[in-house]
């Protein structure tokens, strides 16, 4: 099943079909609904993103920038990220701006604190 959304119209009747679905839960569909839950949901996120803006502007390329998107998607602070990967705030801030490179401890901190794909720092350290 093929399902586009072109108009604002078009979300809106869309949003109020998925949250209708939605608030059946998701036991109580059917398999035809899941699906077409699914598709809808596709459709919008689409539309939100390349229509109304909602998606991330700007894909990270850099270890730093991944962290500042992570550190935003998590409502975390430079200082908060210092604090719970045991860094100095300088030593953050140093390596946030491109000062200084991140070391292994540093990668293997923010893996495991801010969830960001081992490959990804692989191939960009």
Do not use: C, W
């Not at 998925?18 to 459709?43: F, R």
């Not at 894909?59 to 908060?80: A, D, G, H, R």
């Amino acid at each position: 099943m093929k399902y586009q959304i072109k108009s604002k119209k078009e979300y809106h009747q869309t949003m109020v079909l998925v949250y209708d679905l939605m608030n059946k839960g998701e036991h109580s569909l059917s398999e035809d609904e899941l699906s077409k839950l699914s598709v809808m949901a596709e459709a919008a996120e689409k539309y939100e993103n390349e229509v109304l803006g909602f998606g991330v502007l700007k894909t990270p390329n850099t270890i730093p920038e991944m962290v500042e998107l992570k550190m935003f998607e998590q409502k975390i602070s430079q200082t908060t990220l210092a604090e719970k990967l045991g860094f100095s705030p300088s030593k953050v801030s140093e390596i946030l701006s491109g000062k200084r490179k991140p070391d292994v401890s540093f990668l293997k901190g923010i893996h495991k604190l801010l969830h960001i794909d081992a490959d990804f720092l692989l191939s960009h350290a």
